[in-house]
């Protein structure tokens, strides 16, 4: 009796420690946005903005303006069609 309830201690010991520690294993997430031009400076609207390797996304707006939250080392992949696409 004596063994089960010391393992059920170290039990929920351990679940406290993972629980507890999850938030400073989670990478932090960052805000990204901005403002979408063409070569010529125009604003190119409702371009498809996604984080590499994911499917978090969003589009830019009529005005070219789009914002996404992603981690800090995310890689951004811009399409649209009739132009090449970029990473950033």
């Known amino acids: 009796m004596k063994s089960i309830l010391q393992f059920n201690s170290c039990f929920k010991l351990i679940l406290l420690l993972l629980f507890c520690s999850q938030p400073i294993l989670a990478q932090s997430n960052i805000e990204v946005n901005g403002r979408i031009t063409g070569p010529d400076g125009a604003v190119v609207p409702f371009v498809n ?36 696409t970029k990473e950033v």
């Not at 499917?55 to 939250?69: E, H, R």
């Open 49 to 84: 903005v996604i984080e590499k390797g994911t499917s978090n996304g969003t589009s830019a707006d009529m005005d070219g303006n789009y914002s996404i939250n992603v981690p800090q080392n995310a890689t951004l992949v811009f399409s649209y069609i009739g132009y090449e």
